[in-house]
């Protein structure tokens, strides 16, 4: 319901620079220019993709200028690869989420092998490529899937700041979470939380008042960088 006045409003804009006589291009990448950045956070999203919830919040994350890592479950990057091919086009990174979501810490080695490498396969199958980021399912690890991590070069990313999204937490409560990001720090968020897609454009607003950017999660430090 929100798409239509947009486009409207977007027309009469250009429109009104034809008018005047000039043409300019990029007026959707704005905000991303919006301030330098002094720093740089971890935008997260766990539990895609879905033919339901992954084009609206790409679309949201796109129209304000942010970019994120998506951690998604091996299951549904096998059942939705056009959604996964999605995330990566619209300048989103990939990492592995684990294939059914389970609680890693009470499998043996071999199901945890199973459930990192089957994802592994599935996402570079839909086009995301090979992950280098693996986040243990409710941020559980131990020694033993922090072995299986390694054998396939994965950086294990937990999380600075959790939002509650996944408790239902508002929309306020999401920004508020994210005005709490410093720079390098990691925020988890999940892309089927309501709240959370209409957290996005206040989420880029309260990140250019700090100064700070939405980053890359660097696979050697774990750490928000540049992207």
């Known amino acids: 319901m929100r798409a239509a006045p947009r ?9 009104a620079t034809v008018v005047a006589g000039t043409v300019t291009a990029g007026v959707e990448a704005a905000p991303a220019h919006a301030a330098a950045c002094t720093g740089y956070v971890g935008l ?22 942010l970019r994120a890592t998506m951690f998604n479950e091996g299951q549904f990057a096998a059942a939705y ?17 684990s294939y059914t979501h389970p609680h890693l810490t009470q499998l043996g080695q071999a199901q945890i092998d ?3 490498s089957r994802t592994q396969q599935a996402i570079a199958a839909a086009g995301g490529g090979t992950p280098q980021l693996f986040r243990p399912p409710y941020g ?9 991590e390694a054998k396939y070069g994965l950086r294990q990313i937990i999380w600075d700041v959790d939002s509650q999204d996944w408790n239902g937490a508002s929309t306020d409560a999401i920004v508020q979470a994210v005005s709490r990001l410093t720079s ?13 897609l209409a957290a996005v454009p206040r989420i880029a607003q309260t990140l250019a008042g700090k100064g700070l950017c939405a980053g890359r ?8 960088v540049a992207p």
């Open 81 to 97: 690869p056009a959604q996964v091919r999605a995330q990566v086009d619209a300048g989103m990174w990939v990492g592995n989420h």
């Open 44 to 65: 997260t999203f766990d539990d895609g993709p879905s033919n339901d919830h992954t084009p609206a919040l790409l679309g949201a994350l796109r129209q304000n200028g």
């Open 217 to 224: 999660i660097s696979p050697q430090t774990g750490r928000a």
């Open 114 to 116: 199973s459930e990192v």
């Open 7 to 15: 486009s409207l409003l977007t027309g009469l804009a250009v429109a």
């Open 140 to 148: 559980e690890t131990n020694a033993t899937v922090q072995a299986v």
């Open 184 to 196: 390098g720090q990691i925020i988890l968020m999940h892309e089927w939380p309501a709240n959370t």
